[in-house]
């Protein structure tokens, strides 16, 4: 693959720094490199990252800071196999493996695929939050994660932890400027509460950071910037060690997001708006966890994980996108509660815990999340409104055991049993301006309950120390469920939904190479998705109604690889590819809509990340990557597709010791044009033809972050 020059450009600059001094200091091979060991806590074992038996990728604090990822979304599209729909301020909606939803428009329930947690709060659906300022590591887990998360997770799992109290004090200031009126600054400070001999007794980190931007479109008609970005976080971490065998570790955080929302036009110009009523969306979250570990038990460890959150959002938006047309503008204000509790237990000794397992774990689980909504679609013709509620209890018991086959080999069965029952209501009213008239209300109240079994089975070879293979096989699911719009039309349009189930196959191979110069992991799958669950859309303009029902069967086959190659001290080059092939067989709805016969939404045949890094003794660093990937369907039921792009992120800066860092960074430097969500549908009155509308990525920004640690 050809690269563009201006990579070709700075591998040169950088090169004439540093490359000639390193040949003078260094005639010789330099040394083997020692990387220090990265765990994944997302598992439900947490395991080092090249002993675990699945397709994972994890992004250090390190990363992040030299790849200038500021939020989530700024590492999304490096992902292997992690896709993102737009349509939102900020990334919100993932889908893995092309397993996960696009969009929660009213009438469409908080159901999700793929679990996004931030340490151990549950924000799944609601990514905006996802600021990475003080996150010690991403983790990414692709594929059904039945054993452990059960029916959120049948496409993955996304984990952003966070930088744990120490007992010495330490900290870090930060402060970015740029395009489009950048500002962002951010303070975290952690260590020891006690004045004991024993600091570790009660340690606590606290961060705080707020976002500011205005956004690279200009609506036209209020000649401002309307998409201005408002973000404000601060999370507390506390950790208690009172004595005896128990350990406690409490969490609260609070976030505030105040977007703008004002991205369409029907010309598709990608930087100009029309709207007379621009949108917003705005979330404001609060939550709260308590994990506490007993060691004291001679066979195994006890631990408990409660943790409770609200969301309240705010999502609108200009109908028609003019000031000249049929002045449609929606308005969606939800209230989102989760609560859960997991109680588990973990053998305590490394062989022979139980007759015929080397290692164990048995668990149970209880969520309930409750939703409300309300919803005003206004014309000057009508008010319409839309009110729905939806609750769902879920609980479930897992287990998973382990068995050493030989000194080298070893056996893991994992199994989960979950019920789940959902409630909701919907209703909807119409008022007719014109006539001063009531439409008659109409509500459903539909229910779904079901029992879901899954599970996971893995065999793990070590080839050598430094090389593991593994085959599995997970069965998952998508637990059934409700639709709550009460625009559709029962029994044309269902009030409930079907279970999907899963059948997931890997191989892979995941190890270190030429005295750990060269450290790289390598998955193969197969999906197999039965009764796969398909969201559908109807209307035109302003007035749509949601649901979701089941198609036939889906695959996908493909394949995940990354890899790091370490030259020497200073210079190394950073790889990752990713490949999907789909398919989704034609299916006939019960409304008479079709469709399948085609790939899968959210399934780029292929993807890529190619960087080169450079970290000299003096403090110079660089990194210039590229990220690619292929078209892509956004949706089951168009067949509209995101054009192929290739962008290029670079990064330069310099560290004195271990304090200041200052680094100057450019995203998408060549200004590359590609959409983030496309749509197909009519909005220009008074026909309303059917066309494509795009919703534009970010285009290039610049700029610079100074980092102060102590």
């Keep these: 693959m050809r690269f563009p020059s201006l990579l070709a450009l700075l591998v040169l600059a950088l090169g004439c720094v540093r490359l000639p001094m390193a040949r003078a200091a260094a005639p010789h091979p ?160 952690g260590g020891p509460l006690s004045t004991g001999a024993n600091p570790e007794s009660l340690m606590m980190r606290l961060a705080v950071h707020q976002h500011r931007s205005d956004g690279f479109r200009r609506n036209l008609t209020w000649q401002r910037d309307t998409n201005a970005r408002d973000e404000r976080m601060a999370r507390l971490r506390v950790t208690a060690n009172p004595g005896g065998a128990w350990r406690w570790e409490g969490a609260l955080l609070h976030s ?69 047309s049929y002045d449609g503008f929606s308005d969606l204000r939800r209230r989102r509660e989760v609560f859960s509790e997991e109680l588990r237990l973990d053998s305590a000794v490394a062989r022979g815990a139980l007759p015929g397992l080397d290692r164990w774990t048995l668990g149970a689980h209880l969520a309930r999340t409750t939703e409300a909504s309300a919803y005003t679609n206004e014309d000057p013709g009508n008010l319409r409104g839309l009110t729905t509620s939806y609750e769902s209890t879920q609980g479930a018991l897992f287990g998973q055991g382990g068995r050493d086959l030989t000194p080298h080999t070893r056996l893991i069965v994992g199994l989960r049993a979950e019920w789940v029952d959902l409630a909701g209501e919907g209703v909807r009213t119409r008022y007719r301006k014109a006539r001063g008239t009531h439409d008659p209300v109409v509500r459903f109240r539909p229910g779904f309950s079901g029992a879901l079994p899954g599970g996971k089975l893995s065999l793990e070879h070590d080839l050598s120390p430094q090389h593991l293979a593994f085959l599995s096989v997970t069965r998952g699911y998508k637990a059934g469920g409700i639709n709550v719009d009460a625009r559709i039309n029962p029994p044309a349009d ?29 998955t193969a799958f197969r999906l197999e998705r039965r009764d796969p669950q398909v969201r559908d859309s109807a209307g035109f303009g302003g007035n749509y109604r949601f649901f979701t029902a089941n198609g036939r069967k889906a695959s996908v086959s493909g394949a995940e690889a990354s890899g790091t190659w370490t030259f020497n001290r200073a210079w190394s080059a950073q790889a990752s590819a990713a490949w999907m092939e789909s398919e989704l067989q034609p299916f006939v709805l019960p409304n008479g809509h079709a469709g399948g016969g085609r790939a899968l939404a959210n399934t780029p045949r292929h993807g890529h990340t190619l960087a080169l890094r450079y970290r000299g003794d003096t403090g110079l660093f660089g990194r210039i990557e590229q990220v690619g990937r292929a078209r892509q369907y956004d949706s089951n039921n168009q067949n509209e597709a995101r054009r192929a792009f290739r962008v290029l992120n670079a990064t330069l800066g310099w560290s004195w010791g271990r304090a200041w860092t200052v680094a100057v960074w450019g995203r998408n430097l060549l200004d590359v044009r590609y959409e983030k969500r496309v749509f197909f549908f009519g909005n220009e009155d008074p026909d309303y033809p059917e066309r494509r509308y795009e919703d534009r990525a970010d285009p290039r920004q610049v700029g610079a972050t100074v980092t102060f640690r102590f």
């Design 256 to 324: 505030r997001v105040a977007n703008g929302y004002d991205e369409f036009a029907l010309d598709n110009n990608g930087r100009n708006t029309f709207s007379n009523r621009p949108g917003r969306d705005e979330q404001r979250s609060a939550a709260a966890s308590l994990r506490g570990t007993y060691r004291g038990g001679a066979a195994a460890r006890f631990t408990t994980v409660s943790q409770a959150s609200r969301v309240d959002s705010v999502y609108s938006y200009d109908d028609d996108w003019t000031a000249a």
């Design 30 to 189: 330099a040394p083997p490199v020692s990387l220090a060991p990265v765990r994944v806590t997302s598992d439900l074992w947490e395991s080092p990252l090249d002993r675990i038996p699945a397709s994972v990728s994890v992004y250090d604090q390190g990363w992040l800071q030299e790849a200038a990822v500021r939020h989530f979304g700024d590492l999304v599209d490096g992902i292997p196999n992690l896709t993102w729909s737009g349509g939102t301020s900020r990334p919100r909606y993932f889908q893995i493996r092309g397993v996960g939803e696009n969009s929660q428009y009213e009438g469409e329930t908080p159901d999700s695929a793929v679990r996004f947690l931030v340490d151990d709060f549950d924000f799944t659906g609601l990514g905006t939050l996802a600021g990475s300022f003080d996150v010690q590591q991403v983790e990414v887990l692709r594929g059904p994660q039945a054993g452990a998360f059960g029916a959120n997770a049948a496409g993955g799992l996304v984990r952003l932890v966070t930088a744990a109290p120490t007992p010495f004090w330490t900290g870090q200031v930060e402060a970015s400027a740029g395009g489009d009126a950048l500002r962002s600054g951010g303070f975290a400070v």
């Design 494 to 522: 269902p009030l409930t939904y079907a279970t999907e189930t899963l059948w997931n196959f890997e191989a892979g191979l995941r190890g270190s190479w030429a005295d750990r110069r060269l450290v790289g992991e390598f």
